[in-house]
T-cell receptor
Framework: DQQVKQNSPSLSVQEGRISILNCDYT??????FLWYKKYPAEGPTFLIS?????DKNEDGRFTVFLNKSAKHLSLHIVPSQPGDSAVYFC??????????????FGKGTLLTVNP | DAGVIQSPRHEVTEMGQEVTLRCKPI?????LFWYRQTMMRGLELLIY????????DSGMPEDRFSAKMPNASFSTLKIQPSEPRDSAVYFC????????????FGNGTRLTVT
């Protein structure tokens, strides 16, 4: 049973446009969400996170939106750049303090930004 | 900051052989994680250490898998005997503290068992 789902295996956008990556979750106990970016032959790197007490978090070109009622989050990249081409993983955890170590990952979305 | 260092980067072995994967976490980080990535199941947590002590090994697939962390700067994941279904990319990750600090991943070990 996949608790974190990224239903689009791939996404292609033009440079300068907006990229929107989506993630759905089924476990209503999840209260902390993260996005990781992964280049080929490298490990995932942390991109941005959001707590369930917020519905938006912004960091430069990257914004994450959380819709708790729909159990849905999205990552917006504006403007998209060719260097953003990578696999993006959505992840979620339950609880705070020492209990939230267990991240549940989606299977990832391959973003390709075309020049 | 050298990041999380994993070795080897690639390992090809025959079924039945013992495989040992190694990890050096970032200095000062007190939590260490081993993940496995496959096409079918994505990224799965195998085991979590905090202050060198295994806290959760519920993700370890079976007794053929074992992990140790003899000190704060080194961990191993061993598979004995290895099977073709163990073929995957194995990632080590570390972080400081127990709160929502992000994980820092190594570049992984791609294991192929023939």
């Amino acid at each position: 049973d996949q608790q974190v789902k990224q239903n689009s295996p791939s996404l292609s956008v033009q440079e300068g446009r907006i990229s929107i990556l989506n993630c759905d979750y089924t476990n209503s106990m999840f209260d902390y969400f993260l996005w990781y970016k992964k280049y080929p032959a490298e490990g995932p790197t942390f991109l941005i996170s959001i707590s369930s007490i917020k519905d938006k978090n912004e960091d430069g070109r990257f914004t994450v939106f959380l819709n708790k009622s729909a159990k849905h989050l999205s990552l917006h990249i504006v403007p998209s750049q060719p260097g953003d081409s990578a696999v993006y993983f959505c992840a979620a955890s339950v609880g705070s303090g020492g209990s939230n170590y267990k991240l549940t990952f989606g299977k990832g979305t391959l973003l390709t930004v075309n020049p | 900051d050298a990041g999380v260092i994993q070795s080897p980067r690639h390992e090809v072995t025959e079924m039945g052989q013992e495989v040992t994967l190694r990890c050096k976490p970032i200095s000062g980080h007190n939590s260490l994680f081993w993940y496995r990535q496959t096409m079918m199941r994505g990224l799965e947590l195998l085991i979590y250490f905090n202050n060198n002590v295994p806290i959760d090994d519920s993700g370890m697939p079976e007794d053929r898998f074992s992990a140790k962390m003899p000190n704060a700067s080194f961990s191993t994941l061993k598979i004995q005997p290895s099977e073709p279904r163990d073929s995957a990319v194995y990632f080590c990750a570390s972080r400081w503290g127990q709160t929502n600090s992000p994980l820092h991943f190594g570049n992984g070990t791609r294991l192929t068992v023939t």
